[in-house]
Each structure stands twice: as C-alpha cells, then as structure tokens.
C-alpha cells in the first residue's frame, strides 16, 4: 500500500480506510489468490473483469446499474403474474389488491431466488475463467482493455435489444447489413452457433412477392361461406345463451308459444323504453313529493301522455318480416297486435287487435328457435282502421333498418336492467324543476299570460 502512492486512499487506526471498502466491494482478497497477475497490474477492476464477474458498479460511471427504484419486474415475470391473477378471475373467485400484491411478492421472490441461483454459478464458472486466462489478460495493453470494455457494453446492449426480436428477421437482418452485430453473434444468440442457419436466412429470396401479389385470376367462390356465416348468425355456439319471448294463456305454462325473431325485437324494445321512461317518471314524482309538491301543470300532462302510451298497436308484415309504419304498406300478408305495457312484468300483455290477451313472457333457453313462426292465435288479418294515417316514410325506414352494433349492445343492457332490477341503478329523472314552473307562480298568486 505505501508503495502504490494512491490518491486518496488511506489507512485508519479508529476508521474503517477507503482502501479497506474498495478491497471489499471488489473482493480484492479472492481476486488476488484467483488471478494474482491482474490483480498485481491494475489499481481498480477492469469494467470487462467486472462484466465478467457480474459487478453492478462499473468504473467512471455514476450510480448503480441495479438499484432499488431502477430495477422492473422482467416481462416474463409479468406475464406470469398476469396469468394467475387471470386465472383466479376466469374461475369467478374475488380478485382484491392484497390477492394481487401477495401474489406479486411470491412471484418477485420466487424470481430472485432463481436468478440468484443462477448469479453464484456463474460467479464460479467466471472465476474458473479468469483463473485461466490471468496471464493473457494481464498482458492486454491499455488500447486493448478499452477495446474489450467497449465491445462488452456493445454487445450486451446489442443483445438485450436483439432479443426482444429476435422473431423479426426483418430486425436483425438490418442490423447485420449495417455492421451493429457480425454473423457469429447472431449464430451464437440465435440459432445455437449453427452459422450455416445464419447463411440460410440471410439469402435472398428473389420473386417471392410474386405469388402473393398475382390478381390475374379470381377464385371461384361457391357460397358456402355465406351460409356458414348465416348458420353462425342465426344458431348459439356451445355454452352461449339467448332470450326469447312468447305468450301463455294466464299461468298455464303449457300453453306457451314461441315469438318469431323479428317480433321479439320490437316488442324487447318497447318494453325496455317503457320501463327506463317509467323509471324516469317515478323519480321526479319522488322528488317532488320530497319537496312537499305534486307535479307541476306541464309535468302532469306530459305524465298522462306516458300513461297513454301504455298501449301500442304494432303491425308486422310475415314476408318481409319487419315492422309496418306506413299504411300504404299494409296487405293481406300482414298482422296487428296490442302491446298492453306496464312496469309489473306479470301484466305484460300480447292480443291480436280486439282479440283475446296472453301474457307475454321473455324465456332465457340455450338455443333459439330461429325459424319460430307466429303462433295462430296472433295471426289475425289487419282491421282497416287502426291505422295511423300520420306516420312518417321516415318512421318506416328507422323500423326497418337492421339494428347497429351500438343499439344492439344498447338492447342488451336494457334487456338486462328490465331482468334484474335490482342490479339497475336508479337515474334521476330527466325533468328539472325550473325556477318560472306553475308551481311557483302559483304560490305568488299569478298564472301564464
């Protein structure tokens, strides 16, 4: 030690020295009986001996490669960790934020213990190597340590990227062109030191778009597709669920009959209007009875507008099978039926206009019986004069139109309150009590001009 003249490195007698921490983060005392000839050359480890030795500090770099706040969890580890806690939930079992950090910390120590595992292997194997080849490193030049310090941080930093993609060729096969990897590297890291693999895949392949991009000829398309796509749209897949309504007389279950798609619909999303309007209404007659107020004048008519509309006369054409809107469009292909609506599901009622009234009822089946036709107790000719004659062309295309992937998700979720009303959460109520309402001119003894 005296005789090296380092710079401010020092002995203590009450004090741990410089020297004595140096000595022991680099395990000067185990490097000095593996590889005495580096060790009696060089003042400090050589950053490729530490690259070697898997050392997190480096020498002339600030900080720590591997510290408490820059270390993340490897992606496969994340993988891992999300597969768990995916498998738990597909299983219907309560996911909480304890469940997922418990299961997070085994994972990390799991890993650590692993990879710590595998650290002191390789500790040992790096100093047999050393052990080696201590006299041919020790009789590198300077120029020659700092080549090998580079081309060790090239290359890891080369191979931690080449690995996230290495399934590209694309990649890879633009890093060799431009001189980033040599054709050994990539023999090394990915195709097992086989460089004739390596030759392989660097050939090209001339002409090989040809086959891809040739459109002379059109394939013969013999409509088989079509129709298993009309098969998937119109029949369940193992496992999946439908509704579907039907009529019963009363509360004879035998007695039910099933309702064509086209029907359902309709009459799904009428009821499902009705009880979101219902809902609506409820809430302002709630609120104002909060207030110590009835509805006000305008609300009141408009309340016994909605109760009017309780009942709704629909008429649907079998062959085109769509709703009728227009009366120009009514022939002897036709039917009518009075929709009684209510918010108790028991008083839903379905009858051919001025017929006999069956309960409607919604079924929830495996399968549905797409080819459902209407059961004879509706099919009843159109009477002449239940017709509106104020319905609108436009009325008659938004009826006919096939429903949208937005109104379609929008069904569901109405079918799915009306079913569970318990799981529906209470909307408040789309009228507002103003600040001129009749109410209030009332109270000051003034009314509407």
Not at 106 to 131: C, P, R
Not at 298 to 316: D, G, N, W, Y
Request: hydrophobic share 40%; with cysteine.
């Amino acid at each position: 030690m005296e005789g090296l003249k380092l710079t401010g490195y020092f002995r203590g007698c009450f004090c741990g020295s410089k020297w004595g921490k140096a000595r022991k983060e680099q395990n000067w005392t185990l490097l000095c009986k593996t590889v005495p000839a580096i060790c009696k050359r060089f003042k400090e480890l050589p950053n490729s001996v530490r690259r070697i030795l898997n050392m997190s500090h480096l020498k002339n770099e600030w900080g720590y490669t591997q510290k408490a706040d820059s270390v993340h969890i490897p992606y496969p580890l994340q993988v891992c960790i999300e597969d768990m806690v995916m498998e738990r939930i597909v299983l219907g079992e309560e996911v909480t934020m304890q469940f997922v950090a418990n299961t997070m910390s085994f994972a990390i120590d799991l890993w650590n213990e692993s990879v710590g595992t595998m650290q002191n292997l390789f500790y040992e194997k790096s100093l047999e190597m050393l052990q080696q080849q201590d006299a041919n490193f020790a009789n590198l030049s300077e120029d020659a340590l700092v080549m090998m310090d580079q081309a060790g941080a090239h290359i890891s930093k080369t191979y931690r990227k080449l690995q996230m993609q290495w399934h590209n060729k694309l990649v890879w096969l633009a890093w060799h062109q431009r001189g980033y990897t040599s054709q050994l590297d990539i023999a090394r890291w990915l195709f097992d030191g086989n460089q004739q693999s390596v030759i392989a895949q660097l050939q090209r392949s001339r002409d090989s778009m040809t086959r891809l991009c040739h459109l002379t000829e059109l394939p013969e398309f013999a409509g088989e597709e079509d129709g298993e796509m009309e098969h998937m749209r119109m029949h369940q897949i193992d496992g999946e669920t439908s509704y579907q309504w039907a009529i019963q007389l009363n509360e004879d279950v035998s007695s039910r009959r099933l309702l064509p798609e086209y029907v359902g619909k309709i009459l799904g999303m009428r009821v499902c209007k009705f009880a979101q309007e219902h809902a609506s209404w409820e809430g302002a007659i709630r609120k104002r009875a909060e207030m110590g107020k009835p509805l006000t004048n305008t609300q009141q008519v408009r309340h016994t507008v909605f109760l009017a509309s309780a009942q709704e006369k629909l008429i649907f054409c079998k062959r085109r099978k769509r709703l009728i809107c227009d009366a120009k469009q009514v022939n002897k292909e036709c039917f009518a039926l009075e929709l009684n609506l209510s918010d108790d599901a028991t008083k839903l009622t379905l009858a051919p206009v001025r017929g006999t009234a069956h309960r409607l009822v919604l079924l929830k089946a495996g399968t549905m019986d797409a080819a459902a036709l209407i059961p004879s107790e509706l099919d009843r000719p159109v009477p002449g004069d239940i017709v509106p004659d104020d319905q609108s062309d436009g009325d008659v295309e938004n009826e006919g139109e096939p429903l949208g992937e937005d109104q379609i998700r929008d069904y569901a979720d109405q079918m799915h309150q009306f079913n569970n009303p318990a799981d529906a959460i209470e909307e408040e109520a789309g009228v507002d009590v103003l600040a001129d309402s009749d109410d209030d001119l009332e109270a000051l003894g003034l009314s509407h001009v």
